[in-house]
């Protein structure tokens, strides 16, 4: 139950940030901000992770790289999704890739998934059609978002293979590195690397750099080792619905029905791809 709730808790701080992101990137340049975001991570990192980054040796580092790359692309599609659509309809589009990740492997690794995962990729496609065309959601915005999430599945697939043969410290270090590299070459190039300044800036790149990139992958790490995959797939779950009521609570955000019905589908889409997330909630709903 320790390592539920630890990962329940990652998955809150991922979900608030899509608030403190969107009010930052309002006043500090888009990947200005990723760039230090990434270089506060990395510096977390630094002193436990960096004397063993040589036992990876090159195929160790350039699996980093790769997923580092990714992650840069992930991070930079959402965010930019972020500045056109909502803080809800962010959160809930990127909870596609928990549907996408499936996908990719089939087409990568030919790993079959079940019935339910080609259902629960239709509800999503339905429920983020709704979701595009209502109130201040905006259609492009929400692809880009989409493009993130199809960033983070990939990582997520090919971290699937990696993992179990480097060291996960040593491994999200160079990846860290990685992200931060290519963003900051594009916000170099972009003239865009300045000091950030004020603390609704401070405070997100603080967050988001410590708490929602380094720490958080470390939480991932440690958490696995205590508990079942179903329960992570539960925990990640939730990242949308915690998005969704801090968007709520934080940025007035206000979809309707159609909105939050578009939502309700895709989170019925998850379940139905992830039927041991769905089983290990209908199990904890049970419990006195």
């Given at each position: 139950?320790t390592?539920l709730l630890?990962?329940l808790?990652v998955?809150?701080?991922?979900?608030?940030?899509f608030?403190?992101?969107?009010?930052?990137?309002?006043?500090?340049?888009?990947?200005?901000?990723?760039?230090?975001r990434f270089?506060?991570?990395?510096?977390t990192?630094a002193?436990p992770a960096?004397?063993?980054?040589r036992?990876?040796?090159?195929?160790?580092?350039?699996?980093?790289l790769?997923?580092?790359?990714?992650l840069?692309?992930?991070?930079?599609?959402q965010t930019?999704?972020?500045?056109?659509?909502?803080?809800s309809?962010?959160?809930?589009?990127?909870?596609?890739?928990?549907v996408?990740?499936?996908?990719l492997?089939l087409?990568?690794f030919?790993?079959?998934?079940g019935?339910?995962?080609?259902?629960?990729?239709?509800?999503?496609t339905?429920?983020?059609?709704?979701?595009?065309g209502?109130?201040?959601?905006?259609?492009?915005g929400n692809?880009?978002?989409?493009?993130g999430a199809?960033?983070?599945s990939?990582?997520?697939?090919?971290l699937?293979?990696y993992a179990?043969?480097?060291d996960?410290?040593?491994?999200?270090?160079?990846?860290m590195?990685a992200?931060?590299?290519g963003?900051?070459?594009?916000?170099?190039?972009?003239?865009e690397?300045?000091t950030?300044?004020?603390?609704?800036?401070?405070?997100a790149?603080?967050v988001?750099?410590?708490?929602?990139?380094a720490?958080?992958?470390?939480?991932q790490a440690?958490?696995?080792?205590?508990?079942?995959?179903?329960?992570?797939a539960?925990?990640?779950a939730?990242?949308?619905?915690?998005?969704?009521?801090?968007?709520?609570?934080?940025?007035?955000?206000?979809?309707?029905?159609?909105?939050?019905?578009?939502?309700?589908v895709?989170?019925a889409?998850?379940?139905?791809?992830?039927?041991?997330a769905?089983n290990a909630l209908?199990?904890?709903l049970?419990?006195p």
């Amino acid at each position: 139950m320790t390592a539920l709730l630890a990962l329940l808790l990652v998955t809150a701080v991922w979900g608030v940030t899509f608030v403190q992101v969107k009010d930052a990137i309002e006043i500090y340049p888009l990947f200005a901000f990723l760039a230090v975001r990434f270089a506060i991570a990395s510096a977390t990192l630094a002193l436990p992770a960096g004397r063993r980054v040589r036992a990876l040796g090159r195929q160790g580092i350039g699996a980093g790289l790769v997923l580092g790359s990714l992650l840069a692309l992930g991070y930079a599609l959402q965010t930019a999704g972020l500045e056109r659509t909502t803080v809800s309809a962010t959160g809930f589009v990127t909870g596609m890739y928990v549907v996408l990740t499936p996908l990719l492997a089939l087409v990568l690794f030919r790993i079959r998934s079940g019935r339910g995962v080609w259902v629960g990729v239709a509800l999503t496609t339905a429920g983020l059609a709704m979701l595009s065309g209502v109130g201040d959601a905006s259609a492009a915005g929400n692809l880009l978002v989409l493009g993130g999430a199809s960033a983070y599945s990939l990582q997520i697939v090919l971290l699937e293979r990696y993992a179990p043969r480097y060291d996960a410290l040593a491994l999200t270090f160079v990846e860290m590195l990685a992200a931060l590299a290519g963003l900051g070459a594009v916000a170099l190039a972009r003239g865009e690397l300045s000091t950030p300044r004020g603390w609704t800036v401070w405070g997100a790149l603080l967050v988001t750099g410590v708490f929602a990139s380094a720490l958080a992958f470390l939480v991932q790490a440690w958490a696995q080792r205590r508990t079942s995959a179903t329960r992570t797939a539960l925990a990640f779950a939730m990242e949308p619905v915690f998005a969704a009521l801090f968007g709520y609570w934080l940025a007035e955000d206000r979809l309707g029905a159609a909105g939050w019905g578009g939502c309700a589908v895709i989170m019925a889409g998850i379940v139905l791809a992830e039927p041991a997330a769905g089983n290990a909630l209908r199990g904890l709903l049970k419990r006195p």
